[in-house]
T-cell receptor, first 114, second 114 residues
Framework: EAGVTQFPSHSVIEKGQTVTLRCDPISGHDNLYWYRRVMGKEIKFLLHFVKESKQDESGMPNNRFLAERTGGTYSTLKVQPAELEDSGVYFC????????????FGQGTRLTVV | AQSVSQHNHHVILSEAASLELGCNYSYGGTVNLFWYVQYPGQHLQLLLKYFSGDPLVKGIKGFEAEFIKSKFSFNLRKPSVQWSDTAEYFCAVTRSSNTGKLIFGQGTTLQVKP
């Protein structure tokens, strides 16, 4: 069974540019989460999809971040325009249920904004 | 503020030494507790989890953790570490009142010297 996959694994962009990160969850997992780890800090929650609906987007830093999950399958996270402080590792995770369940993580996308 | 705290940011051990990584959380109510590990160049993977029942849980690769409710702790242990245990370890919590999102500690980097 394929795990959670993220693309790209690395991205280096200039300040002001746009970047789109993609996450393919495990098939059948309705729940999809985005997390971010800024260097030296803890991994922080960004948002949660249940199928195609945003269940909780309380962790999104600002309106430069836009997440979508069309059709309830893969998800994209777009940063437009990117700022230096957006640099970090973006993780995606998926799970079958909400509580008493395990989340499976992708390998992460390392975003560097220069 | 409510949070998850890992006591050590960087631990260096020799092979065969015993390991204990501390984790405390500050949430009331029902929680699920996790330890995740990230080996160099790999994705986050689950070491072990506690949902309910026996507070001493065993995970993969000889790791175990003990949930002590009165101390709000979930410390990770391994009697004898190996060089291959070199990795970053994350304690995380989900709460029954939220949507399954993980709240992470800061992470502990473990370096095992051969």
């Amino acid at each position: 069974e394929a795990g959670v996959t993220q693309f790209p694994s690395h991205s280096v962009i200039e300040k002001g540019q746009t970047v789109t990160l993609r996450c393919d969850p495990i098939s059948g997992h309705d729940n999809l989460y985005w997390y971010r780890r800024v260097m030296g800090k803890e991994i922080k929650f960004l948002l949660h999809f249940v199928k195609e609906s945003k269940q909780d987007e309380s962790g999104m830093p600002n309106n430069r971040f836009l997440a979508e999950r069309t059709g309830g399958t893969y998800s994209t996270l777009k940063v437009q325009p990117a700022e230096l402080e957006d640099s970090g590792v973006y993780f995606c995770a998926s799970s079958f249920g909400l509580f008493n369940t395990e989340a499976f993580f992708g390998q992460g996308t390392r975003l560097t904004v220069v | 503020a409510q949070s998850v705290s890992q006591h050590n940011h960087h631990v260096i051990l020799s092979e065969a030494a015993s390991l204990e990584l501390g984790c405390n959380y500050s949430y009331g109510g029902t929680v699920n507790l996790f330890w995740y590990v990230q080996y160099p160049g790999q994705h986050l993977q689950l070491l072990l989890k506690y949902f309910s029942g026996d507070p001493l849980v065993k995970g993969i690769k000889g790791f175990e953790a003990e949930f002590i409710k009165s101390k709000f702790s979930f410390n990770l242990r391994k009697p004898s570490v190996q060089w291959s245990d070199t990795a970053e370890y994350f304690c995380a919590v989900t709460r029954s009142s939220n949507t399954g999102k993980l709240i992470f500690g800061q992470g502990t980097t473990l370096q095992v010297k051969p």
